[in-house]
């Protein structure tokens, strides 16, 4: 019995390695996929599109702040266990002398239960180690994440604590950009681009890109407007998409939306639509709750 354990063991890690390669394969693809794209709208735009200097250098400062929030999200760690905050909070622990849990031996359909645990640390099943309140374990990533929002394929990795805010002004420059590349088309217009097609058939120069380039940025601007929507909806509610499946009341939603925002991407001053690190007195581990923390909840932190 011992010897087919340990071959269901290396059976099992061999697996996991070879998802890890293929899922890493897959990010990569992704990214240059959205990179591509990225590029080719500018080129299109500047070589294409011919636009007037002054809207090139609109377009040019959004387009600088949309790809600078998509690499700031990409290259971020979104709060895995090798993080600062992750890691001092377990040196906050140990130097409390903090109970610590044990892994847990009830069935799988109870200790892997998901729902609201304020305050308390939890136990990874998949990454046998704990982890702080409001972290969860991604699957395609094959780690726990703080305050995990979702894992999103357009970067390859998990959307975090310390990256969610890169995310949202990902979505919003990304939707501003697009929308000036439609508006501010030259030779052609964007009326005479939306019938683009009957130049196509004629087989004039550029019709066929311009036309990819257009439909492109529509379907862009769309997708990234109704994200970059539904994301500040949600971060006003200081809910993540992986909690809102949970039932009963959000424990940390605040009584004022512009909290529940702030906390997230810091005070509204002109770093607040700036990809850079937000200010913000909160780690990612403990977060402040609609009601008082009790004794018990506080030695989780």
């Given at each position: 019995?011992?010897?087919?354990?340990?071959?269901?063991?290396?059976?099992?890690?061999?697996?996991?390695?070879?998802?890890?390669?293929?899922?890493?394969?897959?990010?990569?693809?992704?990214v240059?996929?959205?990179?591509?794209?990225?590029?080719?709208?500018?080129?299109?735009y500047?070589?294409?599109?011919?636009?007037?200097?002054?809207?090139?250098?609109?377009?040019?400062?959004?387009?600088?702040?949309?790809?600078?929030?998509?690499?700031?999200?990409?290259?971020?760690?979104?709060?895995?266990?090798?993080?600062?905050?992750?890691?001092?909070?377990?040196?906050?622990?140990?130097?409390?002398?903090?109970?610590?849990?044990?892994?847990?031996?009830?069935?799988?359909?109870?200790?892997?239960?998901?729902?609201?645990?304020?305050?308390?640390?939890?136990?990874?099943?998949?990454?046998?180690?704990?982890?702080?309140?409001?972290?969860?374990?991604?699957?395609?990533?094959?780690?726990?994440?703080?305050?995990?929002?979702?894992?999103?394929p357009?970067?390859?990795?998990?959307?975090?604590?310390?990256?969610?805010?890169?995310?949202?002004?990902?979505?919003?420059?990304?939707?501003?950009?697009?929308?000036?590349?439609?508006?501010?088309?030259?030779?052609?217009s964007?009326?005479?681009?939306?019938?683009?097609i009957?130049?196509?058939?004629?087989?004039?120069?550029?019709?066929?890109?311009?036309?990819?380039?257009?439909?492109?940025?529509?379907?862009?601007?769309c997708?990234?407007?109704?994200?970059?929507?539904?994301?500040?909806?949600?971060?006003?509610?200081?809910?993540?998409?992986?909690?809102?499946?949970?039932?009963?009341?959000?424990?940390?939603?605040?009584?004022?939306?512009?909290?529940?925002?702030?906390?997230?991407?810091?005070?509204?001053?002109?770093?607040?639509?700036?990809?850079?690190?937000?200010?913000?007195?909160?780690?990612?581990?403990?977060?402040?709750?609609?009601?008082?923390r009790?004794?018990?909840?506080?030695?989780?932190?």
């Open positions: 019995g011992r010897h087919l354990t340990e071959r269901q063991y290396i059976m099992q890690a061999q697996t996991t390695r070879d998802n890890d390669k293929m899922a890493s394969c897959v990010a990569t693809f992704a240059g996929v959205v990179l591509f794209t990225f590029l080719g709208e500018w080129w299109i500047h070589v294409v599109c011919t636009p007037e200097l002054y809207w090139a250098m609109v377009f040019n400062t959004l387009f600088t702040l949309a790809i600078w929030s998509y690499l700031a999200t990409l290259l971020t760690d979104p709060g895995s266990n090798a993080c600062t905050q992750w890691k001092e909070w377990n040196m906050r622990r140990l130097a409390k002398n903090a109970p610590r849990l044990e892994p847990p031996t009830g069935e799988p359909s109870n200790v892997n239960a998901r729902g609201w645990k304020p305050g308390e640390v939890t136990w990874c099943t998949a990454c046998s180690h704990e982890r702080p309140e409001r972290a969860h374990h991604c699957r395609q990533c094959g780690r726990c994440v703080l305050r995990m929002d979702h894992h999103c357009w970067v390859g990795g998990c959307i975090g604590w310390r990256n969610h805010k890169y995310f949202l002004l990902m979505n919003w420059w990304s939707f501003w950009t697009c929308l000036v590349f439609l508006l501010s088309l030259r030779r052609p964007l009326v005479q681009a939306i019938g683009a009957e130049v196509v058939v004629e087989g004039t120069q550029y019709s066929t890109v311009l036309l990819v380039g257009v439909a492109s940025a529509g379907t862009f601007m997708v990234t407007g109704g994200m970059f929507a539904s994301s500040l909806w949600m971060a006003s509610k200081n809910v993540t998409i992986v909690e809102e499946a949970f039932k009963g009341d959000n424990p940390y939603r605040l009584p004022s939306s512009l909290d529940n925002l702030r906390q997230l991407l810091g005070p509204i001053d002109w770093q607040f639509l700036v990809p850079l690190p937000p200010k913000q007195p909160l780690s990612g581990t403990a977060f402040p709750l609609s009601r008082p009790s004794s018990d909840e506080e030695d989780g932190t």
